[in-house]
């Protein structure tokens, strides 16, 4: 069975689950394999359970009529999704960077959902998996969308922007983050810049922060034509142009399209560095139509509620939370951020950062001097990486160790950073603090 008679099969049966305990009657199961499962193990059970087929990819298991045997599950959901994201002819927009995609997926929804029936990617799911659900759910109302595409390998932004199919795309930034799958920062370059690779190969707009000399030579590279620019100190001319007011705590800055009039916007964010997430909202806004009055509107409204860049106020502390991922470029943003706060008694919780491979030791003691650098004495640390460095900075184990010194020494009246990779669970603190 080809994959245009597969999803002739999915139109009549238009529900694909992934999970064996989730089997709505007449959906199709498609059993992924993982490091520690393999669904098709269950396609049996899900056949029980009321599910119309199941899509495998191990002969053992195909011991039913309804079973439907293919070379690799996950190509095939691939496949399927790329299939079903070809009925809407509407504009795609592909997003990838090492800091700030969700946040700047969230702001180009709020944006556009200021004129357009928006479908954007949910919480994270950014991955091979979570690309082809995203794409699943687009509908016939939907009159644009949102695709957001992370990586932690080489040709995994190939992969997703080939299944999406954008038509047109950004890349937030290139930091130094997994390289333990990258290998190396040209190897971060190499793979964000896929998606480049793949507009530039069907005449396809860019939107690039022209402060950005990475994604300015990226672009170069590979000899982009159709480039919408955006961003402040850049001398080029540029679509958008915008600047920083204040960051009290919250950003401010003012903006104006490339002959237009000076706007002013006060968010609801926290960090100087939002201000290319909020350019490229404004870019991309602009290029679809949506008015200058709409853009701010939905700026100033929009809320943070994914522990990046959020403002949590408890009773005892203000919070800084920016607690779901870290890498060394947006720790530096983070911290120099916090720094140039004008409020009273700072303080920074900062959790491991993952995935660094051989650098590791290297990146986490190059934080630990920053923090030396620049006066910020109450520091608390915890992770096996941070454990490891020259500082006399508080350490801990991991985040109960944590919690047990909270309990009886909780800091009050604080601007307290919270920061570090989503597996150190620092996201479960406000609730102490």
Known sequence: MDIKEMYALYREHPLITTDSRDCPRGSIFLALKGETFDGNKFAKS?????????IIDNPEYNTDDRCLLVDDTLQTFKDLAREHR???AIPVIGI??????????ELLAAVLSERFNVHY??????????????????????EIAVVEMGASHPGDIKTLAETAEPTCGLITNVGRAHLQGFGSFDGVKRTKGELYDFLIGRD????????????????AERNATHIIKYGGASSERLSVRGKIIDCAPFLRFSWHADGGEERCVRTNLIGSYNIDNMLA??????????????????????????????MT????????????????????????????M???????????????????GEEHQRVVDMLKAKGLCEVWLVGEEFGKTDCTFRKFRDIEEMKAEIAVNRPTDKYILVKGSNGIRLFTLPELL
């Open 121 to 142: 990617t949910q919480g994270n799911f950014n991955n091979d998996v979570g690309v082809p659900k995203t794409l699943f759910q687009l509908g016939p109302g939907h």
């Open 86 to 88: 070809r009925r809407f």
């Open 313 to 340: 106020v408890t009773p005892h502390n203000h919070l800084i939370m920016d607690a779901y991922n870290a890498n060394p470029s947006s720790m530096k943003a983070a911290i120099e951020n916090l720094c140039a």
């Open 46 to 54: 899900a056949l029980q359970k009321g599910c119309a087929y199941a």
């Open 204 to 219: 396809a707009p860019l939107f690039i922060n022209a402060d950005n000399a990475d994604l300015m030579g990226m672009a």
């Open 96 to 105: 990838t960077g090492t800091n700030g995609k969700t946040t700047t997926k």
């Open 342 to 360: 004008d409020v009273p008694a700072k303080m920074a919780i900062l959790g491991d950062m993952r995935e660094l491979g051989e650098v590791s």
């Open 281 to 310: 909202a404004v870019t991309v806004g602009l290029h679809f139509g949506v008015t200058e009055e709409q853009v701010c509107h939905a700026l100033e409204n929009y809320m943070p509620n994914n522990n990046r860049s959020q």
